[in-house]
């Protein structure tokens, strides 16, 4: 892979041929956008909705500086065979947000784009904007601070694949760790879709540049094929941080209290196994394993509850799996209390006090 001659080469890269290849795969498959009740599934692909979404935005004043494909899709595209596969479907349009009314904008434009993919029959001019919403959103967020300006549009899939369309302006932390910090500006490929007419080759295919927000690309790549995991200012982490730290044997943590958490887990387990529920219960117990030696700062019953909270959840699991074993073949065990070596104590009668004890003693 080639570098980029630029001050920033260190962080960016140019994609090789494989690379462009997969990149045109996952922009020109039809991701399903399923509807809620009666609503009809629209067949969408990224590279057409990306390109109405930005031509539309910049027709009604909001210039689009570029656009970028982010997240597991990205590291999908750099490193095929790592083992993960990706989820959603990131895409971030950088903007300028100068105030509160461009949110409003946004909006309208990413609803009225989801009526041209509606099927043929439908009577399109009975839809209004709130009815698409409710029908085709899954997740609507807008963050207006001075030092947060984004917005994001995620919608829905039942299989966990959402188009997720993000449009920032400004914003703190843009990755979470390094594998998961790679962007893929997508405006050159864009532009050849428009403009060009034949198949894409190795020989004949346009120049696109990844770039890793982490700081060095290279050694990101190298954390992310080799499933190794690196951050930079750990507290700043929200959200998810402590399950994808687990999916990778390291830890982080930021859940308010027990319900969260309970809903965070099961949330995460819902969307990232998807036809993979027989790992659940290994992730569960690495998850359990994780929490349990780790040096995160909580109290001991914060920590037992969490634990008991993952057992339950890993349990049920088997349960749903018709994986939990049969008890008449299963032996448990116990460790005996210090007093039962101490010959002066009394209060418990000891069959012999002159036999040795092992450590653990069978239950049954």
Known sequence: MAEVE??????SSVLSWDQVNRLNEVLTEAVPVHG????PTLEVKLKDIVQMVRNRLQERGIKVKDVRLNGSTASHVLVQDNGWSYKDLD???????PNEAQFQLIKEVVLGTLLD????????EKITPMTLKEAYVQKLVKVYTDLDRWSLISLSNNNGRNVELKFVDSIRRQFEFSVDSFQIILDS????YDCSENPMSQHFHPTVIGESVYGDFDVALDHLKNKMIATKNPEEIRGGGLLKYCNLLVFFIDFPDIVEQQRKLESYLQSHFIGEEK??????????????ESTVCLMGHERRQTLNLISLIAFRVLAEQNAIPDASSVTCYYQPAPYVRDLN???YYVASCNQSYPTWLPCN
Not at 6 to 11: A, D, G, V
Not at 189 to 192: A, I, P, T
């Open 6 to 11: 630029s001050n920033e080469c260190k962080s």
């Open 91 to 97: 895409v971030i349009f950088r903007v300028d947000l």
């Open 117 to 124: 993919f509606l099927p043929e029959g439908v009577n399109k």
């Open 36 to 39: 809620r009740g009666n609503f």
């Open 345 to 347: 104590f009394s209060n």
């Open 189 to 192: 490929l864009l532009f050849y």
């Open 279 to 292: 790992s659940k219960y290994d992730y569960l117990m690495i998850l359990r394993r994780v929490v349990n």
